[in-house]
């Protein structure tokens, strides 16, 4: 399976991005996809996760502010992100597996947001 991001970049306080994610290989054993994020100086956090059953889970940091959403038709799952804030600056990963695991086992490459004025 690979995970490829786009989307990422530099936007304002208070703007919105919109990243996508698309999957490839043997995605029908993908039940459960997420984005993961790195903020600098912090450790990784799950920040969205999104079962194949559409069951939505959301880090405190993000709730009411991000939604994830997937096609499974296009095995493609999007994160969008509005308000955004200084502090959702990092490297967002697209995660995936068949399984709800703390570490999934598939991986995107990472791609950086940078919220600044």
């Known amino acids: 399976v690979q995970l490829v991001e786009s989307g990422g970049g530099l936007v304002q306080p208070g703007g919105s991005l919109r990243l996508s994610c698309v999957a490839s290989?043997?995605?029908?054993?993908?039940?459960?996809m997420g984005w993961h994020r790195q903020a600098p100086g912090k450790q990784r956090e799950l920040i969205a996760s999104?079962?194949?059953?559409?069951?939505?889970k959301y880090a405190d940091s993000v709730k009411g502010r991000f939604t994830i959403s997937r096609d499974n038709t296009k095995d493609t799952v999007w994160l969008q992100m509005d308000s955004l804030k200084p502090e959702d600056t990092g490297v967002y990963y697209c995660?995936?597996?068949?399984?709800?695991?703390?570490?999934?086992?598939?991986w995107g490459q990472g791609i950086q947001v940078t919220v600044s004025s």
């Open positions: 995660t995936g597996d068949h399984y709800e695991l703390e570490t999934p086992s598939y």
């Open positions: 290989g043997s995605t029908s054993r993908i039940w459960f």
């Open positions: 999104l079962s194949i059953g559409r069951t939505t």
